[in-house]
């Protein structure tokens, strides 16, 4: 079995959404001084890797303790996305895949848009996918969508429209992956198990892929 790490490291000045401020991180005890370490965190629920709950973004919506923890792990698959030249990511790109995406709970998709974390570039023109195509992979059973990106909608999107149609299907949604490339096509597991804590519209996430050799 072999287990591959998908989690960007959280640090203090890492990106985060524009508007939002990046995290901070206080040493209130260490080995040194008090014979233990302990730090405070100060961080926002969308930071780094992480999950949208359907609270995210509905009235109402269900926040990530009251998700059944099941819906966190589950049979993966990974849409390779021409390593970051396309702006868009189309239903005829999907198509293909269809007996591949019934067979599976999460559907990643990598497009090689993580190499630029930590760039001005990751923030500029990254890959979406079209609303056709979310509208498509709503009609499948599956649990989640990843993807290497900031997000499942444009940068200055006003309508949210992505995560409207994935969230209001229960389908959770988890930004920022890395190390995509790394995967086989399918047949792996993949984890992505969030903090709980009430209310939860959003976590961080240790995100990883396991696969059996």
């Given amino acids: 079995m072999k287990i591959i790490d998908l989690t960007h490291t959280l640090y203090d000045d890492m990106p985060v959404f524009p508007g939002d401020e ?75 895949y269809k007996d591949k995406i019934q067979k599976v709970d999460f559907v990643l998709f990598h497009t090689g848009w993580s190499k630029y974390w930590g760039s001005q570039s990751y923030y500029e023109g990254f890959p979406t996918l079209t609303e056709e195509a979310v509208q498509w992979l709503c009609s499948f059973s599956v649990k989640g969508i990843g993807i290497d990106t900031l997000s499942v909608d444009e940068l200055h999107s006003q309508e949210f429209s992505n995560h409207y149609a994935l969230l209001k299907n229960n389908i959770i949604i988890i930004e920022n992956l890395t190390h995509l490339g790394k995967l086989p096509q399918d047949n792996f597991l993949f984890s992505c198990l969030p903090l709980k804590y009430k209310n939860a519209d959003g976590s961080p996430v240790r995100a990883v892929a396991i696969i059996n050799q």
């Fill in 22 to 96: 990046p995290p901070e991180f206080y040493s209130i005890c260490t080995v040194e001084e008090e014979g233990f370490a302990q730090k405070k965190l100060i961080i926002y629920s969308h930071t780094g890797t992480h999950i949208d709950a359907p609270a995210h973004m509905l009235i109402q919506g269900r926040s990530l303790e009251e998700v059944d923890v099941n819906q966190f792990f589950g049979k993966a698959m990974v849409i390779d996305c021409g390593g970051g030249k396309k702006d868009r990511i189309e239903l005829g790109d999907l198509l293909n």
